[in-house]
């Protein structure tokens, strides 16, 4: 790894540029999640600062949950959770691609259903008409993260059926057959996992799980898709902006 220079006349403190430097090399993946970062006589070395300066730069790391110090070991890379944002409606796979991972997902079942009440209500769907019912495991990184169980009106299922549903992005999907999203409401609940669905996302029974019921609507204001997806609360949060 080369010696980053810093700008001593920057208006900008060295210990926030070493700070920006060592959320770059982390992002870049240069040091792995667990992984060691080098000793604080090592940075002082590379940046050419004072101990103090480090230890500015990385408690700030430390206070972000970046970087975790660790007793007899010294300072390792924290595993990142994804985050979702309540402002933005957007898909898992965005979500992990914007985290800087690999999105997949491993098909559970996915067939039309005329029994599935509840879910044909929130759709809005005649009584006497099928309704997809597709359910999946998601993954960052090979990683199980949720657990998703999505309901789609018959006609936007047929469409979804013609792709390979281990691989799809729904709503890429939609969109190159000209079906936009125009909004969702979105409920967020506590749960604790069944013996079932833990062991899909390799947990033990009985840990919480985060539970999100989201209704879509298209640009007509009709429902297109209703989803319940359950995190685990470990590799998962939600992330909310509030303005005043």
């Not at 006349?9 to 999640?33: F, M, P």
């Not at 009584?127 to 009106?153: G, H, Q, V």
């Not at 969109?175 to 936009?180: D, K, L, T």
Request: charge should be neutral; aromatic fraction near 6%; glycine fraction near 6%.
């Amino acid at each position: 790894m080369s010696s980053q220079k810093l700008d001593h006349n920057a208006n900008k403190a060295l210990y926030l540029q070493i700070k920006d430097v060592l959320v770059k090399r982390i992002q870049d993946g240069v040091w792995g999640e667990h992984s060691l970062i080098p000793t604080e006589r090592e940075l002082m070395k590379e940046f050419d600062v004072s101990r103090t300066t480090i230890r500015q730069a990385i408690s700030i790391l430390v206070q972000t949950g970046l970087l975790e110090k660790t007793q007899g070991r010294g300072t390792i890379v924290k595993p990142q959770k994804l985050v979702g944002s309540l402002g933005r409606l957007k898909g898992f796979a965005e979500e992990v691609v914007e985290k800087g991972q690999l999105p997949q997902s491993k098909l559970i079942r996915a067939e039309f259903r005329k029994r599935l009440f509840t879910e044909k209500s929130m759709l809005d769907v005649n009584e006497d008409e099928s309704i997809l019912l597709i359910e999946r495991i998601r993954f960052a990184d090979d990683k199980p993260i949720a657990l998703e169980r999505t309901c789609w009106p018959n006609e936007i299922g047929r469409i979804l059926m013609q792709y390979d549903l281990n691989a799809a992005r729904y709503y890429e999907i939609l969109e190159n057959n000209n079906i936009y999203l125009h909004k969702a409401s979105e409920e967020i609940h506590a749960i604790n996992a069944t013996q079932d669905e833990a062991d899909l996302l390799g947990i033990r029974p009985g840990e919480a799980l985060l539970e999100m019921t989201r209704l879509s609507f298209g640009m007509n204001n009709h429902p297109i898709e209703y989803t319940k997806t359950k995190y685990r609360s470990d590799q998962y949060h939600y992330d909310i902006e509030l303005n005043r």
